[in-house]
């Protein structure tokens, strides 16, 4: 235990953090925002289920992480965490485990709940926060580097059940999923740890400007901007395996395009942390934002697999900064003391966008027989989450310039 204390005391233990962050994020949320975009064929086969109805088994996951990090962001200023970490890796692998033996679309979506509000939801926002908490100079980067992990997740997630259910079937790939959580969630909580005190009390003389907004404001405008940045960005995570899939393109070729879209997205939000450190949040996020509202409507425009693959990449690597950038945005523009508990805040009608964007991406479908009117929809949100992240740059300055 005193080799432990030791460890974590030292200023290079920051970056064990970082890497901790990073592969949590992958498995867990590789698995609760797009992980079941590749279940969709599967149990559309073994029930006859609609893939609205099969959408809204994620949705729910989404819902629950959306509750549960209102409530973690809180808990986690009064709470060590690891101990966080640890409930939210037992929640993770139990839950997907479990959902080998459901033969029932509640109990999908009762499964899936209780992962996202004690797994994911107890996770995203606290480690993120944590992240930056290590970090007193470079906190972009480290954020960046950080939140590259679900970008790994969420590609590196479905390519891998993909082919574990062409091996097992999709009742195995679910228990080897939770399995696999279990593993390697439970050795990298342990590692999780606060920033040394003496660190915190230098952190504290070195007090952070005052926000230039009220954390009310700020609240409101960037919970309403991701709602609709999410609602654009879940589309293409959700159904383009399955869009790819109605090509007649097999399902781990599918899966392989969105592996290297998301692989592309590591390098993007590293770039977009980077990008965030030298020319401000705000601005970062705008491109970002601008970059995947222009693209997403395109993939309804390709029909061979080498134009998915080239395509991915570059659209990867723009809306992957979205995040990061939202992220950093959150840190700058709420002050430290109740940081976890806003970006919870905010963070939720992110997953409640993950889940309304994979929802109608379904529904559309269902009515139409094609994903046109999805990704359309797609396009039209990112529109006004480009709007109001245009006026959130405008009030900023504006605020910033009234107090020079």
């Not at 549960?68 to 965490?81: E, F, L, N």
């Not at 991915?312 to 809306?319: E, N, Q």
């Not at 797609?378 to 992240?389: D, R």
Request: aromatic share 10%; with cysteine; net charge positive.
């Amino acid at each position: 235990m005193r080799l432990s204390k030791d460890l974590a005391a030292h200023p290079s233990y920051r970056w064990v953090i970082v890497a901790s962050a990073a592969t949590m994020l992958a498995v867990v949320m590789g698995q609760m925002v797009n992980g079941l975009s590749v279940f969709f064929i599967p149990l559309e086969q073994e029930f006859g289920w609609a893939r609205g109805s099969i959408a809204l088994i994620n949705t729910a996951g989404l819902v629950g992480i959306a509750i549960g990090g209102i409530v973690m962001g809180s808990v986690a200023d009064r709470t060590p965490i690891r101990v966080i970490c640890l409930v939210a890796a037992v929640a993770v692998g139990l839950c997907v485990g479990a959902a080998a033996w459901a033969d029932r679309l509640w109990q999908f979506h009762l499964l899936f709940f209780l992962a996202g509000a004690f797994g994911a939801g107890a996770l995203f926002a606290p480690v993120i926060a944590l992240v930056g908490n290590w970090f007193r100079a470079g906190a972009g980067l480290a954020i960046g580097i950080a939140s590259a992990g679900q970008a790994v997740g969420q590609g590196g997630v479905p390519l891998g059940a993909a082919h574990l259910i062409e091996v097992f079937g999709w009742r195995g790939a679910f228990l080897a999923e939770g399995l696999i959580s279990l593993a390697i969630l439970i050795p990298l909580a342990l590692l999780m740890t606060e920033p040394p005190a003496a660190a915190n009390r230098a952190m504290a003389a070195r007090a952070e400007p005052a926000p230039p907004l009220p954390p009310g404001v700020v609240v409101v405008t960037l919970s309403a901007a991701i709602l609709f940045c999410c609602t654009c960005m879940s589309v293409p995570l959700m159904h383009l395996v399955p869009l790819i899939q109605g090509l007649c393109i097999s399902a781990p070729d599918a899966g392989g395009v969105l592996f290297a879209m998301l692989i592309a997205a590591i390098a993007g939000r590293v770039a977009f942390g980077k990008l965030a450190d030298m020319i401000g949040p705000i601005p970062a996020y705008l491109t970002a934002s601008l970059w995947q509202t222009v693209g997403v409507f395109a993939f309804t425009q390709i029909d061979a697999l080498t134009h998915f693959y080239a395509f991915a990449v570059i659209y990867g690597f723009g809306y992957a900064g979205v995040m990061t950038a939202l992220l950093i945005t959150a840190r700058v523009l709420t002050p430290a003391s109740r940081r976890a508990t806003l970006m919870g805040v905010i963070l939720a009608f992110g997953w409640l966008g993950h889940g309304l964007g994979g929802y109608q991406g379904g529904l559309f479908f269902d009515l139409t027989g094609a994903y046109t009117v999805s990704f359309a929809n797609a396009a039209l949100a990112g529109v006004i989450n480009l709007a109001i992240v245009g006026s959130l740059l405008v009030r900023v300055r504006r605020s910033s310039a009234a107090l020079a």
